[in-house]
């Protein structure tokens, strides 16, 4: 056994996440700083995992850590045999070293384990698309409710955005609509929303984008708060969003250009901007929401120091930040925004009223996207100026350009 080999297999063990680990041993994640038994030492309310951080804890122990910690943890094994759990293979040599008992026997547990997680996998897989159709379903019943959006609170808070409802928009209005804190939890707000059509890459209906409306605000948006009084999203989706997108104005015929941005009141600016101003550009042009920003730009395959920003560590001491790279992580990526294969132009629509430099990154990315699965497709990006972003322009009077 080499040192490179050894190295380079404890290497491996490091790269298997938190979550993962959990998923392979069925232990369930505990949602926020919610906390339950830990599978290590048992107890109430004593273990938690921060899946952005890739981190456990045990309340009880005091212990955390990475995957390799919490198979030490839970399995009461030393390094070795954590790293041996997590990469489903002996330490590079080893296996001369077995007996054959041994070998068969670790052989078999491995099998075992192996044959448990595929199990597991599909388990989750089946659980996890029948969450997203009874979503969907959930989705499809507040559409079908809702009624028309001409001539209701939607054209008026379109209005107050300073735009248009464009015909063929794919928006209603609901009167009465309730937002719920989470699945099987409690009704923060019930009132007027616009309710957009999310349609999934293959033409059918996803999910639902909701915007509760309150004309007593500069932007038109509810003011919502939980028990606690945190403010809450005044947005909200259900169903499927990935791969998906908000048709806002349909192209006569089939569209040969194709516009895409974050908002729904990102998109209708630059929209009529354009018909204010009479552009060519209008001539077969379908205009879509992308839903949000990262359904738009995709995975990033790593990361990017950010040129001037930087946060305080746990000592206050200054940190480099780093952002997702401009790079697409294709073998990770969820689906894309469908093109229509008579598209020929295809522009990207960025507000730069978020951190420029990450912006630009992602947007950079999202071209990267659109270019690899349709080479002969000519794309261009639009960025609003610095620090605003399209609406904004609109409503403070300047042109959205």
Same mark, same amino acid.
């Given at each position: 056994?080499?040192?490179?080999?050894? +190295?380079?297999?404890?290497? &491996?063990?490091?790269?298997?996440?938190?979550? &993962?680990?959990?998923?392979?041993?069925?232990?369930?994640?505990?949602?926020?700083?919610?906390?339950?038994?830990?599978?290590?030492?048992?107890?109430?309310?004593?273990?938690?995992?921060?899946?952005?951080?890739? *981190?456990?804890?045990?309340?009880?122990?005091?212990?955390?850590?990475?995957?390799?910690?919490?198979?030490?943890?839970?399995?009461?094994?030393?390094?070795?045999?954590?790293?041996?759990?997590?990469?489903?293979? %002996?330490?590079?040599? =080893?296996?001369?070293?077995?007996?054959?008992?041994?070998?068969?026997?670790?052989?078999?547990?491995?099998? =075992?384990?192996?044959?448990?997680?595929?199990?597991?996998?599909?388990?989750?897989?089946?659980?996890?698309?029948?969450?997203? &159709?009874? +979503?969907? $379903?959930?989705?499809? *019943?507040?559409?079908?409710?809702?009624?028309?959006?001409?001539?209701?609170?939607?054209?008026?808070?379109?209005?107050?955005?300073?735009?248009?409802?464009?015909?063929?928009? $794919?928006?209603?209005?609901?009167?009465?609509? %309730?937002?719920? @804190?989470?699945?099987?939890?409690?009704?923060?707000?019930?009132?007027?929303?616009?309710?957009?059509?999310?349609?999934?890459?293959?033409?059918?209906?996803?999910?639902?984008?909701?915007?509760?409306?309150?004309? /007593?605000?500069?932007?038109? *948006?509810?003011?919502?708060?939980?028990?606690?009084? *945190?403010?809450?999203?005044?947005?909200?989706?259900?169903?499927?969003?990935?791969?998906?997108?908000? !048709?806002?104005?349909?192209?006569?015929?089939?569209?040969?250009?194709? #516009?895409?941005?974050?908002?729904?009141?990102?998109?209708?600016?630059? !929209?009529?901007?354009? %018909?204010?101003?009479? /552009?060519?550009?209008?001539?077969?042009? +379908?205009?879509?929401?992308?839903?949000?920003?990262?359904?738009?730009?995709?995975?990033?395959?790593?990361?990017?120091?950010?040129?001037?920003?930087?946060?305080? @560590?746990?000592?206050? =001491?200054?940190?480099?930040?780093?952002?997702?790279?401009?790079?697409?992580?294709? +073998?990770?990526?969820?689906?894309?925004?469908?093109?229509?294969?008579?598209?020929?132009?295809?522009?990207?629509?960025?507000?730069?009223? /978020?951190?420029?430099?990450?912006?630009?990154?992602? #947007?950079?990315?999202?071209?990267?996207?659109?270019?690899?699965?349709?080479?002969?497709?000519?794309?261009?990006?639009? #960025?609003?100026?610095?620090?605003?972003?399209?609406?904004?322009?609109? #409503?403070?009077?300047?042109?959205?350009?």
């Amino acid at each position: 056994m080499s040192d490179v080999d050894f +190295e380079d297999w404890i290497a &491996e063990a490091r790269r298997v996440t938190v979550a &993962e680990f959990c998923r392979r041993r069925s232990i369930k994640i505990p949602p926020g700083d919610e906390g339950r038994p830990c599978p290590g030492c048992g107890g109430v309310d004593r273990f938690s995992v921060n899946v952005k951080k890739n *981190k456990w804890y045990c309340r009880k122990s005091g212990f955390g850590g990475d995957a390799l910690g919490l198979a030490m943890h839970i399995d009461g094994t030393d390094f070795i045999a954590a790293c041996e759990a997590l990469t489903g293979r %002996a330490p590079p040599g =080893r296996a001369a070293a077995e007996s054959a008992a041994e070998r068969r026997a670790r052989e078999e547990r491995l099998a =075992r384990e192996a044959r448990e997680r595929a199990e597991e996998d599909v388990r989750q897989a089946r659980v996890t698309e029948q969450f997203r &159709e009874d +979503e969907r $379903r959930r989705a499809w *019943k507040i559409w079908r409710r809702a009624v028309p959006a001409q001539g209701t609170l939607v054209e008026a808070y379109l209005a107050h955005r300073g735009l248009s409802l464009p015909a063929g928009a $794919r928006l209603k209005f609901a009167e009465r609509l %309730a937002l719920w @804190d989470k699945p099987g939890g409690q009704i923060v707000h019930e009132g007027p929303a616009m309710v957009a059509a999310i349609e999934r890459p293959d033409g059918r209906f996803g999910g639902v984008h909701q915007t509760w409306i309150d004309l /007593s605000t500069e932007k038109g *948006k509810a003011a919502i708060f939980d028990a606690k009084g *945190k403010e809450l999203p005044s947005k909200k989706v259900r169903g499927s969003k990935k791969g998906g997108s908000i !048709l806002l104005r349909p192209a006569s015929g089939a569209p040969r250009r194709l #516009m895409i941005g974050e908002g729904i009141e990102t998109v209708i600016s630059v !929209l009529d901007a354009l %018909a204010e101003r009479g /552009s060519p550009l209008l001539d077969g042009a +379908e205009f879509r929401s992308s839903v949000d920003l990262d359904n738009l730009c995709g995975k990033a395959k790593g990361r990017v120091r950010h040129p001037t920003e930087t946060k305080p @560590d746990a000592h206050g =001491r200054a940190r480099a930040v780093f952002v997702g790279s401009a790079d697409v992580d294709f +073998e990770n990526d969820w689906p894309l925004i469908d093109v229509p294969s008579s598209v020929e132009e295809l522009f990207l629509l960025g507000d730069g009223d /978020s951190e420029a430099f990450a912006t630009r990154l992602k #947007m950079e990315r999202a071209g990267k996207r659109f270019s690899a699965a349709h080479p002969r497709l000519a794309i261009y990006l639009a #960025m609003s100026r610095a620090g605003d972003d399209f609406n904004k322009m609109r #409503m403070t009077g300047r042109v959205a350009a």
